[in-house]
């Protein structure tokens, strides 16, 4: 009785937030309706803004729906190149849907899984909602669902499309020892517009006065092809193949502020890759695509070998070409002559 | 109170320890291995042990845990088996990214890519495992067997590796490692310790390799300068398996019929081995030959120590290049050791160094005397090293007790 009038009261004081704030900073919800962040038809609770990136991880071809949700009055913090500084509340919600024809986009859409990064007190927590018989379903230990389509070459096919586990969803998002969102860094949410309207409602603060970095569309021919390359290795591979990330071993890395040719794979030698180098001796082979390890392991879809080595079970043709053509029009960098003064290292 | 908990219909269950809240969970056989297993490496808690019995897993997929202070343990390696043979993911099949982490009693096969993992632990015994490509020595198989990276307190005892690609036991990147009391064979490398400083080697068999026991360092890593390694107490046994590595890595670059070699390293001693029936190098000390850019890297062996061990029947048929010849010009047969005599490198765009420790060996060897790194085989001038008394050894690396005490 009492519990039912203060509800009224709180909703007579400020219009009912739909978004379950205590349970999504307290408890891994069973279901994902739990947290109230869509109604039943997938329409965004008030207050969840979808936004967009210029360049995407590739996914076996899903198309992924991108919402934001900041606790009203808390805005974010620009940075460039890494994920924005989102405050202690913050969800950052991924829907990931096929169309059943690949030839048509956004039609027909069937939806898989639902990704959520929570921001905590205690740091993020990643959870992943699966559709089972109407319902999105919280799967800790991830799931194989095949996903039937008409491909672009208009033939039936078989996505064996995996869902990751929740140590997965870590070794994709760790930085150092914490988690950390990867997609919404403020060059790859630059596209002229979105991040003025987050700056006029609120929503982040520090941007820039020119709007700031940029991270190309690696998709827009009209950009320039290095911009193009780079901004497609920084998302499909610079998250684990950076000095704080799970590659960071490899000495292989490929975030966009990497400038070190060696570690940016240019006549780099391969150390660990065992098989994985397919007998080439670079992981990039200036002007010889197909000498090199980086593109031998795009090329694959067999585990050992594929990079990445989760989160996709085909090959990303037009992200393959887009390389290839990088690497080819890539100069071999004959060795500098030795420089004039050379600093001792030291020891 | 004691309480008694009745098994649910499930095959995961959890038993309330009385002590502590340390748990153990239990996982047997049956339908939907990949779910309940990765399910009890998501819900584990600190302190907690993942017993998993006896009983062939088959899993599609890798597993994975990040919950610190966990033991897994199964039935024994050859009881309970973690069958990859169709992985259709991930590049390994068990990836261990948390801190004092005991994996323990498995068989683990057919992984598509290596076969344990971890990386960035502090607190890593992967004790009584069994890796193994059972299709036999492939270019094909994974790359390493156990494969701890950038970690620290590494201990891998009394496990057995077979069949991958590269090496059976690799540590990379690591500091404070014990290899002790296992065996590799029909890897290409049976041991390798690679970039990673203060470990000891000790008590193993590799057999059957291509190159029994490597040390190496290699440039261009977040961690390197390799050192202070120890390798005592090894049967290295005829480790002359063709090298079936994909060209390219640099394990593909070790000839056939090497029993121990040290590439590139500071501080490494090699003593009180048995080293038997390798048809090369019994012991190659050599410096990384391949050009390189980075400044801060030194390619050279210094400080290296070759003393006390058993050396029979090595070195009758070298596959190193230009080994025919040396081997003809020395009488037919390669001494034990053979040092490529390099003491000098240039900086990158920089200035030449020249070495900082010497190489010494109480057994018969030769050094190719090449000088400056770089210099091609076919300017070797061998000569015979001289002998130097045997030197004595040194502290060995101690673990963690709470890690060992969990390893016994």
Partial sequence: MKRALLAVLLIGAAPAPQVNRDLLMSADAPLLADYGLFDATGRPAPGVMPYTLNTPLFSDGAEKYRYVWLPPGTPADYRASTALAFPVGTVLIKRFAFPADARAPGQAMTPIETRLLIHRPAGWAALSYVEEGGQAVLKRAGKRVAVTQIGVDGKAMTIDYAVPNQNQCKTCHQSGEAMTPIGPTGGNLNDGRQLQMWQASGRLVGLPANGGVRLARWDNAAEPLEARARAYLAVNCGHCHNRAGFASNSGLWLDPDETEPAHLGINKRPVAAGRGSGGFSFSIAPGQPDQSILLHRMLSSEPGIMMPQFGRSLIHDEGVALLRKWIAAMPDPTPAAPAAAATPSGR | ?408
Avoid: C
Avoid at chain 2, 334 to 349: A, C, H, L, Q, S
């Fill in chain 2, 1 to 408: 109170m004691t309480r008694r908990l009745l098994p649910v219909s499930a095959l995961v269950m959890a038993i309330a320890a009385p002590a502590s809240h340390a748990k153990m969970i239990h996982v047997g056989p049956g339908g939907n291995a990949q779910e309940k297993l990765q399910t009890a490496f998501i819900e584990a808690a600190p302190g907690d042990t993942i017993h998993i019995a006896a009983g062939r897993y088959s899993l599609a997929d890798g597993l994975s845990l990040d919950v610190d202070n966990v033991t897994v343990k199964g039935d024994g390696p050859g009881a309970t088996i973690l069958d990859f043979t169709a992985q259709k993911g991930s590049g390994e099949g068990v990836l261990i990214t948390s801190d004092a982490v005991v994996l323990r009693d498995l068989g683990i096969e057919n992984p598509a890519g290596n076969g344990v993992k971890s990386k960035g632990s502090d607190g890593i015994a992967l004790v009584n495992l069994r890796v193994e490509w059972t299709g036999g020595p492939k270019s094909t198989n994974g790359a390493y067997g156990l494969y701890p990276v950038s970690s620290r307190n590494v201990l891998i005892d009394r496990s057995l590796v077979k069949g991958a690609s590269d090496a059976g036991i690799y540590v990379g990147q690591s500091q404070n490692i014990i290899v002790r009391n296992s065996r590799a064979e029909m890897n290409v490398a049976g041991i390798e310790i690679e970039n990673s400083y203060d470990a000891d080697v000790i008590g193993n068999v590799a057999t059957n390799n291509a190159g029994g026991i490597l040390v190496f360092d290699l440039p261009d890593l977040p961690q390197q300068g390799g050192r202070n390694v120890l390798i005592t107490g090894n049967q290295v046994l005829a480790n002359n398996h063709p090298n079936f590595a994909a060209p390219g890595n640099i394990v593909a670059g070790v000839p056939s019929g090497t029993g121990v070699m040290v590439m590139a390293n500071d501080q490494v001693m090699v003593t009180g081995n048995e080293v038997t029936g390798n048809n090369g190098n019994a012991v190659m000390i050599v410096a990384y030959t391949q050009a390189f850019t980075d400044k801060a890297y030194n390619p050279l062996p210094r400080g290296v120590t070759v003393a006390g061990n058993k050396f029979t029947g090595n070195g009758s048929k070298p596959a190193f290049k230009g080994g025919t010849e040396i081997a003809a010009a020395v009488g037919g047969t390669v001494p034990p050791v053979m040092w490529d005599g390099i003491t000098r490198y240039v900086v990158p765009g920089g200035a030449e160094r020249a070495a900082t420790g010497g190489i010494s060996s109480d057994a018969p060897g030769i050094t190719l005397n090449l000088g400056l790194q770089g210099t091609p085989t076919s300017q070797a001038r061998p000569a015979p090293l001289p002998l130097a008394a045997a030197a004595g050894t040194r502290a060995a690396i101690v673990l963690p007790a709470e890690l060992e005490a969990r390893a016994k």
